[in-house]
């Protein structure tokens, strides 16, 4: 009897986390697009046609947001309200159209892997070293690793392996680090590297049990790990936490898609916002108001009509219609789902980033998506879901990624492009660097060298060249 019932419930579960998950996914406009796909094609589904909140289902009088779920429970608190909206609430329709800008929607370049790898470490290549760099580099697979050896490179181009080398080296401190590496092992050691030389306490034994016993790691093999170096068993599991927080196996996977799913597609337009953030009553003093857009402003819902029409139904199409209800119900839940996901979501980055969206890049936090699903207690691929291809209204009505709240090094960039522009004389990589550590920022000169290629800034001799043939 209780195996019947597991059995029966187990796809409903399944279905139920595949589809929520796909409409996290899903931007405000393409998630209209969705919910009146599903109204067009299934019967069961219905949309009341009256302003309610999305959040609470009070009806909404007028044109103005829901005068309970707007406003904060405590006055006190620096906490921000975060709350559903129709879209009208977020742009009102006389703003639709600006006069003073062309209706052709802007769109970010788009730029594969292997060019924007590229990119960041020419100014480091030698003339005769750029040939090799981009042999190598489109010789990735999607997970980042080199699909062929530097000894058959070195036969291939004619070239000695201890110049392959030197150009894979560069490569791989390339964003993302680790990119251009032979397997996982050669990737975590690059980024273990990189963090130590940035200023990150990396936990004692990291190297050596990545270098030695990936097998057992991946199996959690905790116990025979701390045999084999005579360390305490609590130390290989932070080893293996700090890994599992920090360090990407796969390095082209932290911005370049899954490897089933390759990122190959042209990059999102964003028309219109999908987060709102505004001062409550335009008053900077207040705390800060989160408008999440739900891009229909009635009610959707299965259509109760629909059930009684089941039981008088005849045999033969009785089944298809209890289908149609079920997926209706499904659809239903599934977007209630992903709604209370965006907001706890947006509750908690909100309060963590509040001097970033007030103060500007400079005060961004260095915050992680790993971070942020432990607090929230859901899975990683989740929150990633829920921040992709998302954007978000500042307050100084500035629109950017909602992955720009994740940019751990948006801050030092931003630092950075301060003092070159206001530098005397072209400062190298190295008294950059130096000027940044007496800010706050520990950061190694490479690192310099790579945010300072991510910013488009030349290297000090050719900003010195320019600055003196204007």
């Known amino acids: ?46 949309v009341i046609e009256e302003r309610r909140c999305p959040t609470c289902h009070r009806l909404i009088p007028g044109h103005g947001t829901c005068p309970v779920c707007s406003i904060p429970s405590n006055p006190n608190s620096d906490e921000p309200v975060v709350f559903l909206s129709p879209r009208d609430e977020f742009i009102p329709k006389k703003d639709y159209v600006d006069t003073e800008i062309d209706d052709e929607p802007y769109a970010p370049a788009q730029e594969d892997l292997p060019t924007y790898v590229l990119r960041q470490i020419a100014p480091d290549l030698e003339a005769e070293e750029r040939g090799l760099a981009a042999f190598l580099l489109t010789h990735l697979d999607e997970d980042g690793f080199l699909t062929t050896t530097i000894l058959d490179v070195s036969q291939y181009l004619h070239v000695s392996p201890e110049l392959v080398k030197k150009v894979q080296r560069l490569i791989q401190r390339a964003d993302p680090v680790g990119v251009g590496s032979m397997n996982t092992r050669e990737a975590l050691l690059v980024q273990i590297e990189s963090l130590e030389e940035s200023g990150t306490v990396v936990p004692a034994m990291t190297t050596q049990v990545v270098n030695e016993c990936m097998d057992l790691l991946s199996h959690h093999q905790y116990a025979e790990i701390a045999h084999k170096f005579d360390i305490p068993q609590k130390q290989v599991s932070q080893i293996a936490q700090f890994i599992s927080e920090n360090l990407n196996p796969f390095p082209a996977r932290s911005h370049w898609g899954d490897v089933r799913e390759p990122n190959a597609d042209a990059p999102e337009v964003y028309h219109r916002p999908d987060i709102l953030i505004n001062y409550l009553n335009e008053n900077p003093e207040n705390p800060l108001v989160v408008e999440i857009i739900m891009p229909i402003s009635g009610t959707l819902q299965v259509n109760p009509m629909f059930k009684q029409a ?59 998506r790993a971070q942020i699903s432990k607090e929230l207690e859901v899975h990683e691929s989740t929150i990633s879901r829920a921040v992709a291809n998302k954007a978000v209204q500042l307050p100084n009505k500035k629109i950017i990624p909602l992955s720009s709240f994740f940019d751990r090094s948006l801050n030092v960039r931003t630092v950075l492009k301060e003092i070159i522009e206001k530098e005397e004389k072209p400062l190298s990589d190295s008294d950059l660097a130096d000027l940044l550590s007496e800010r706050g920022y520990d950061v190694a000169r490479r690192t310099v060298a790579k945010y300072r290629s991510i910013e488009g800034i030349l290297p000090a001799h050719l900003r010195k060249a320019v600055s003196q043939h204007p």
Do not use: W
């Open 310 to 368: 089941i039981q008088q139904a005849d045999p033969d199409t009785k089944e298809e219609l209890k289908g149609d209800l079920e997926k209706a119900s499904l659809f239903v839940k599934c977007l209630q789902q992903r709604n209370h996901t965006m907001e706890r979501l947006l509750t908690r980055v909100v309060s963590m980033q509040k001097e970033y969206i007030l103060k500007g890049e400079k005060y961004l936090k260095p915050v992680t």
């Open 1 to 46: 009897m209780f195996q019947g019932q597991f059995q029966s419930q187990r796809p409903i579960t399944t279905a139920h986390l595949a589809q929520t998950m796909a409409l996290l996914t899903l931007t405000s406009d393409e998630l209209q697009q969705k919910i009146e796909s599903e109204l067009s094609s299934n019967p069961a589904l219905e």
